[in-house]
């Protein structure tokens, strides 16, 4: 789970990489990012959310299972109450092109 983002430069979207990607601001905006040197083709982009979440596989699959976790006593709380406890925090290198491919989820089939 990441808690804060630390920005060398801003990253942001406008009206026209919406209207691009989709034509509506009702679908979900998906991108590719660089996290920790690999490639992550699906990341939700959701502005209301109050933390960013990286499963325990695609850990695991970047060879961090290991990594050196802090760990975080606040449970996440869903929205009808149920409590989930994270396994930490970590601090990982992101960076993204400067003309991302943004667009809605697709079908993989």
Do not use: C, W, Y
């Not at 026209?16 to 601001?25: P, T, V, Y």
């Not at 209301?48 to 709380?77: F, H, Q, W, Y």
């Amino acid at each position: 789970m990441i808690m804060s983002v630390e920005v060398e430069e801003e990253i942001t979207f406008s009206q026209k990489d919406l209207n691009e990607a989709s034509g509506s601001q009702d679908d979900p905006m998906v991108i590719k990012l660089d996290i920790a040197n690999f490639a992550v083709h699906k990341v939700l982009v959701d502005n209301g959310s109050s933390a960013d979440i990286i499963l325990r596989d695609v850990l695991k699959k970047m060879g961090l299972e290991d990594a050196n976790l802090s760990p975080v006593k606040t449970p996440l709380v869903g929205f009808e109450g149920s409590e989930v406890n994270s396994l930490g925090t970590i601090d990982l290198p992101i960076s993204m092109e400067r003309n991302p491919r943004v667009g809605p989820p697709r079908s993989d089939s």
